[in-house]
């Protein structure tokens, strides 16, 4: 396992020379400013998904709703505060969990260089580390972001929807810098973590005049989650993990979408265009092809600026 992290480390700084990281980002940002930032953030998020197996799931899901509004800027982070209603009280977050687990890095970090690690680059170390601590691969993290003042709710529209065809995709991803092979290989982020059936529940059930159930959907895997989500459901979590390995990082959410066994509309739509078709078949038969794949996506991703300050608080611009 250790020779397999040390290649995937070069890896990543290999693809460093070829991505326009702009002149902020670097790996040794912190050298000399902060050279415990990696063991600090890592210290935290083991000791929370040491007690807790959902968090990795949520710290990974966390950075993607943060670059994907305004870049990496952990504008996802802040409090809503009087009439301003912030990101994460937007629709597609009210479901993102452990936030207390960048408080918690952020407090010891304050205490250790204070005024010199952002949240941003706290947030995109712990989703680095929660992919680690799930079984998948490891690379060197770029830092140097910055935080960004403005959280806004009403942009959480522009997160990728799960209800997404394979055009809507193609042009959210697009938009950001990131291209097909992006869009398939950070797709593979829904190996970890859980559903509500909220965002499934049009598929199951009166999906069209002529059909019930989405035909895309695999019927006795839809009559399951039939189950599992009631009509008039009142239970406020109910839902389903995203695949059998939910805690687990692999590949199997690619040989799920082969067997009509994805969650989402927008998983299910990757079979729906050649490339993205062939690269789920790809990554379903590889799980080296798809670890190698993430890894630039991530990095490619996590490129993505936006900030103008250093909070002291992660919940609250200075």
């Given at each position: 396992?250790?020779?397999?992290?040390v290649?995937?480390s070069?890896?990543?700084?290999?693809?460093?020379s070829?991505?326009?990281?702009?002149?902020?980002?670097?790996l040794d940002?912190?050298?000399?400013?902060?050279?415990?930032?990696?063991?600090?953030?890592?210290?935290?998020?083991?000791?929370?998904?040491?007690?807790?197996?959902?968090v990795?799931?949520?710290?990974l899901r966390?950075?993607f709703?943060?670059?994907?509004?305004?870049?990496?800027?952990?504008?996802?982070?802040?409090n809503?505060?009087?009439?301003?209603?912030?990101e994460?009280d937007?629709p597609?977050n009210?479901?993102?969990?452990?936030?207390?687990?960048?408080?918690?890095?952020?407090?010891e970090?304050?205490?250790?260089c204070?005024?010199?690690?952002?949240c941003?680059d706290?947030?995109a170390l712990a989703a680095?580390?929660?992919v680690v601590?799930?079984g998948?691969?490891t690379?060197?993290?770029?830092?140097g972001?910055?935080?960004?003042?403005i959280?806004?709710?009403?942009?959480?529209?522009q997160l990728p929807s799960?209800?997404f065809?394979?055009?809507q995709?193609?042009q959210s991803?697009?938009?950001?810098g990131?291209s097909?092979?992006?869009?398939?290989?950070l797709s593979?982020a829904h190996?970890?973590?859980?559903?509500?059936?909220s965002?499934?529940?049009g598929?199951i059930?009166?999906f069209?005049p002529?059909?019930?159930v989405?035909?895309e959907?695999?019927?006795?895997f839809?009559?399951s989650?039939?189950n599992?989500?009631?009509?008039?459901n009142?239970?406020k979590?109910?839902?389903?993990y995203?695949?059998t390995s939910?805690?687990?990082?692999?590949?199997?959410y690619?040989?799920l979408i082969l067997?009509?066994?994805?969650?989402f509309s927008s998983?299910?739509?990757?079979?729906?265009?050649p490339?993205t078709?062939?690269l789920?078949?790809?990554?379903?038969?590889?799980?080296?092809?798809?670890?190698?794949?993430f890894?630039n996506?991530?990095?490619?991703?996590?490129?993505i600026t936006g900030?103008?300050?250093i909070?002291k608080?992660?919940?609250a611009?200075?």
């Amino acid at each position: 396992m250790a020779s397999f992290a040390v290649v995937f480390s070069h890896f990543a700084i290999l693809l460093l020379s070829v991505l326009p990281l702009g002149s902020s980002l670097s790996l040794d940002y912190y050298e000399k400013t902060c050279p415990g930032v990696d063991f600090i953030v890592n210290k935290a998020v083991k000791s929370a998904a040491y007690k807790d197996k959902t968090v990795p799931a949520g710290l990974l899901r966390m950075h993607f709703h943060d670059c994907f509004i305004r870049g990496c800027d952990a504008s996802v982070l802040l409090n809503s505060v009087g009439n301003n209603k912030a990101e994460k009280d937007g629709p597609p977050n009210l479901s993102l969990h452990s936030f207390f687990v960048i408080d918690n890095a952020k407090k010891e970090l304050e205490s250790y260089c204070p005024g010199v690690v952002s949240c941003a680059d706290i947030v995109a170390l712990a989703a680095r580390d929660a992919v680690v601590l799930s079984g998948g691969p490891t690379w060197d993290v770029p830092k140097g972001r910055k935080d960004g003042r403005i959280s806004k709710a009403s942009e959480t529209i522009q997160l990728p929807s799960p209800r997404f065809n394979i055009s809507q995709l193609q042009q959210s991803f697009s938009q950001r810098g990131l291209s097909l092979d992006d869009l398939v290989a950070l797709s593979g982020a829904h190996t970890l973590g859980f559903a509500h059936c909220s965002s499934f529940e049009g598929r199951i059930r009166n999906f069209c005049p002529a059909s019930n159930v989405d035909p895309e959907m695999n019927p006795s895997f839809a009559a399951s989650l039939r189950n599992t989500c009631p009509v008039n459901n009142k239970a406020k979590n109910a839902g389903a993990y995203m695949d059998t390995s939910s805690t687990t990082f692999d590949n199997n959410y690619y040989r799920l979408i082969l067997q009509k066994k994805a969650l989402f509309s927008s998983d299910q739509a990757l079979l729906n265009f050649p490339k993205t078709k062939n690269l789920v078949y790809k990554f379903a038969s590889s799980k080296e092809a798809f670890n190698r794949a993430f890894v630039n996506s991530m990095i490619k991703m996590s490129s993505i600026t936006g900030g103008q300050e250093i909070r002291k608080n992660c919940r609250a611009v200075n």
